[in-house]
């Protein structure tokens, strides 16, 4: 099966500028996740969708960051406007959705979007 | 043949038991991440490791560079410490490759 797509994979942008990254998950999973990673440190969760609804979105820093999944599929996180300190790389995955008995259920990463905000 | 392989796939133990998970990675890197996912939720970053050893609690992170492996072991392991373990390899330039992810059940 096709993996998690994103774009684009690189990015380049002044501060104050905005940008947009996309994100299409594996058909037919019901989860999907946004993260930030700075170089360094591990991966913070921003925001988690199910189907088109937010589950989590508690670190996400609203007053610039959005994101919308509006007919449970495909995805994009916006950042306006860009401050020096969101260059990172933006990853996402999905995965099935809950699954029933409490097992876990496993996250597929896309390839990211390395953004640089000069 | 993927980057980074983690084994086992999937891990039953039981309570107390002395856990052990491996990572083999093929490509140069400037730090290997260990992540710890539970049901249901997001991702949390458990070390960061880019040589040696590192300890939290029950943890233990072990890396060799030259052998291109690495190890988390969990002491004394416990029901609430069942989740997904992911090995991530993180590369000079930024990208990161993810293993496949080690399903941990602890039996109580």
């Known amino acids: 099966e096709a993996g998690v797509a994103q774009s684009p994979r690189y990015k380049i942008i002044e501060k104050r500028q905005s940008v947009a990254f996309w994100c299409n998950p594996i058909s037919g999973h019901a989860t999907l996740y946004w993260y930030q990673q700075i170089l360094g440190q591990g991966p913070k969760l921003l925001i988690q969708?199910?189907?088109?609804?937010?589950?989590?979105d508690s670190q996400l820093p609203k007053d610039r960051f959005s994101a919308e999944r509006l007919k449970g599929v495909d995805s994009t996180l916006k950042i306006q406007p860009a401050k020096l300190e969101d260059s990172a790389v933006y990853l996402c995955?999905?995965?099935?959705?809950?699954?029933?008995?409490?097992?876990?259920?496993?996250?597929?990463f896309g390839p990211g979007t390395r953004l640089t905000v000069l | 043949k993927n980057e980074v392989e983690q084994s086992p796939q999937n891990l039953t133990a039981q309570e107390g038991e002395f856990i052990t998970i491996n990572c083999s990675y093929s490509?140069?890197?400037?730090?290997l991440h260990w992540l710890q996912q539970h049901p249901g939720g997001g991702i949390v970053s458990l070390f960061m490791l880019s040589s040696g050893k590192k300890k939290h609690g029950r943890l233990i992170a072990t890396i060799n560079i030259q052998e291109k492996h690495s190890s988390l072991h969990i002491t004394a392991s416990h029901p609430r410490d069942s989740a997904v373990y992911i090995c991530?390899?993180?590369?000079?330039?930024?990208?990161?490759?993810f293993g496949t992810g080690t399903s941990l059940t602890v039996i109580p």
């Open positions: 490509v140069g890197i400037s730090a």
């Open positions: 995955a999905s995965s099935r959705g809950r699954t029933s008995g409490g097992s876990t259920d496993t996250q597929y």
């Open positions: 991530a390899a993180l590369r000079p330039v930024g990208q990161f490759y």
């Open positions: 969708f199910q189907n088109n609804g937010v589950v989590d």
